[in-house]
């Protein structure tokens, strides 16, 4: 509901800061809603109309609003990635600034070991695509962890360890993990450390 | 051609093995005739029409025998994975066995880069379905860098360091290193280099 986002400075009418409030209120509920319907039942099975009646908005508005179901799934993850970015860029350590490098390296893999489960069925879907894979989304991710590893003084191709070490946070490997080998996701974050200690040397 | 695979102690009628040549001699044909027009040309221009008229055979038989152009380009692939397979199996060294683990490990990076490139399409199309990364048939090559990492004495988690070793093979990600960042094959064997011996501990 924050009103004024970039509008400084810039001329409105009277209406126009009205209309933005009510568009404003309903994007907070329909995701709000969305996300309490997630986090009860799964993301697979919420349907538009299951988050239009939730929300206490009509469907149209949904629709309108984010344009198709995926649309809406994409504005979710979006901002989870912006939650979680803001944490190891900003936040306290071991995951944003503060801790050692390694010691951050390690509480990332784990914590993105976490947030890559919990989005799978997105990231999977993201995934076939290469654009995706290498390009804009993933930037950040890559360039976090070839920070980390040059902070630690980490030797050889860091561009090559950093693939190396995303590998183990890829959407689908995640799934694969769990689904068909039964390892869990403190097992993996314990593999995640074990290469970012080798690779930086500890 | 060769003729009599599986067949002996099976019981044939006369007309059998006459069929099974002819059968074998169009396959052998028309598969040749793929790989010279793909050799010419590249895989993405080369028709099922360019297929059949190169090999001298009816368009017919071409899609009996593969089923379609997918068919026929999976078969190529097969059959080159197959060759592969054997060079780093049961070839000569450095590939092969004879050279230290280490020595082989290195080889088989920089020769598998050259074949994921010239099959960068169809194991991009692969790629997009999470069981054919993870499962069968990239089973033999994780097995193989596995081997390699625990015969050259290699500390750490072993499963975890594979799948760190095989993302730089990766088919998108050799792919957008070579068209999207200008890095060469060598430049990529570097790479892989650096990381296997780092993981080595030499």
């Known amino acids: 509901m924050s009103v004024g986002d970039g509008l400084i ?3 409105v009418t009277d209406s126009v800061p009205v209309e933005r ?17 997630i986090d009860e039942r799964g993301a697979n099975t919420v349907t538009m109309d299951d988050v239009a009646t939730a929300a206490g908005v009509g469907k149209g ?5 984010f344009g198709s ?6 504005v979710l993850l979006d901002e989870d990635e912006k939650t979680e970015q803001r ?7 071991p995951l944003g600034p503060g801790a050692p490098p390694l010691t951050r390296l390690i509480a990332y893999g784990r914590h993105r070991l976490r947030f890559v489960w919990d989005h799978r069925v997105l990231l999977a879907d993201a995934n076939t695509d290469p654009h995706m894979r290498f390009n804009a989304p993933a930037t950040l ?28 946070l890829d959407a689908d490997y995640v799934t694969h ?9 403190d097992r993996q974050g314990d593999a ?10 500890s």
Do not use: Y
């Open 21 to 37: 409030g009510d568009a404003a209120r309903n994007r907070a509920l329909l995701l709000a809603a969305a996300r309490r319907l």
């Open 192 to 201: 995640w450390e074990s290469l970012a200690r080798k690779l930086c040397g």
């Open 69 to 74: 179901r995926a649309g809406l799934m994409i």
């Open 61 to 65: 508005t949904l629709f309108r609003r």
């Open 9 to 11: 400075g810039l001329p």
């Open 177 to 185: 993990q769990v689904e068909d080998l039964g390892h869990d996701l």
């Open 141 to 168: 991710h890559r360039t976090h962890v070839r920070m980390l590893l040059a902070a630690a003084g980490t030797t050889g191709d860091l561009d090559a360890q950093t693939q190396a070490l995303l590998s183990l």
């Open 87 to 93: 944490a190891f860029m900003f936040g306290p350590p």
